[in-house]
Each structure stands twice: as structure tokens, then as C-alpha cells.
């Protein structure tokens, strides 16, 4: 018998969840979100179905952190989950899954004004490999938790 599903890498795991309570205001952190086909996660400002979800590099925010001299929570990004993969630009075009959620990545979420606001330097320093995170489409929905894993769908 052939297994029909196709293959699974793992990438690392969700160590931070955050959304953003409007436009400009405060992330608020959360342990779980609820992952909707219809445009994003539950609680988040309201954005395009293609930027349905943000994803950033713990391993790279920590480099631009230690470029600053800062130690900036990772949310200052305005991301919406960390994952504590070395890197995520190799993603785009992709199809990954967090848990049972599928995310189909559409680009790089480049860095704006908005991050040298929160820090001087910030935004230079989120430019190089794809450090500010990428965005994507949620294909399939349902609850993303801290601790799930984050699998590439092949």
C-alpha cells in the first residue's frame, strides 16, 4: 500500500503568537490563535487574505537584535508568529503547515518606516536575508498553538 500524503519537513516549532490589536497599536501575545480561510488570524487587524499570516525568524530577529545592541521584543516586528527557524525567505512559494493549519507563502514581508519609529537602525537591520519574515494565505484553517510544529508540505 502507497502512502498518499505527501511529504513533510520539519522546519521548527511556533515560539510566539502575537496579534495586532489595530492599526499602530499594541501587540497583544497570545498562548493560541484561530486561523481563518477568510483572511487572517482571530483578534488581528484586518489585512489582505494574501497576508493572512506573518511569520519571522527567532534566530534572525536575534542577529538584528544583537546588530542594535537591543534586546527589542520579537513582536516589535509586528509579525505575527516566531519560529525558531534559522531562516524562512527559502519559503516563499511554499506550502507549509503549523499544525493543522496549511499557509501557502506568498512573499517577504518587508520591513517599513514603521520599524525605525519602534528603533533607530531597525529597519536596515531587518532588510538582509529575508530577516523581516514572510507572509502568506491560510489554505486550511484551525487553532495554532505555541509549541506546534512547522512543517514544509512537499
Request: proline share 6%; glycine share 12%; with cysteine.
Amino acid at each position: 500500500m502507497y502512502d498518499t500524503l505527501p511529504q513533510q519537513i520539519r522546519i521548527g516549532r511556533v515560539v510566539g503568537i502575537a496579534v495586532r490589536t489595530g492599526p499602530g497599536a499594541p501587540m497583544k501575545e497570545l498562548d493560541e490563535v484561530l486561523a481563518a480561510t477568510d483572511g487572517g488570524l482571530e483578534g488581528d487587524n484586518p489585512s489582505s487574505p494574501r497576508r493572512g499570516v506573518t511569520l519571522i525568524s527567532q534566530p534572525q530577529w536575534t542577529k538584528a537584535n544583537e546588530e542594535l545592541g537591543s534586546d527589542l521584543p520579537w513582536h516589535t516586528r509586528r509579525a505575527n508568529v516566531l519560529v525558531d527557524a534559522s531562516s524562512l525567505g527559502d519559503l516563499i512559494g511554499a506550502t507549509i503547515a503549523l499544525g493543522d493549519v496549511l499557509v501557502r507563502v506568498e512573499g517577504e514581508t518587508r520591513p517599513c518606516a514603521v520599524m525605525d519609529a519602534a528603533h533607530a537602525g531597525l529597519l536596515n537591520a531587518l532588510k538582509p536575508d529575508c530577516r523581516g519574515g514572510v507572509h502568506g494565505h491560510i489554505l486550511a484553517g484551525g487553532r495554532i498553538r505555541i509549541g506546534t510544529e512547522v512543517r514544509r508540505v512537499e
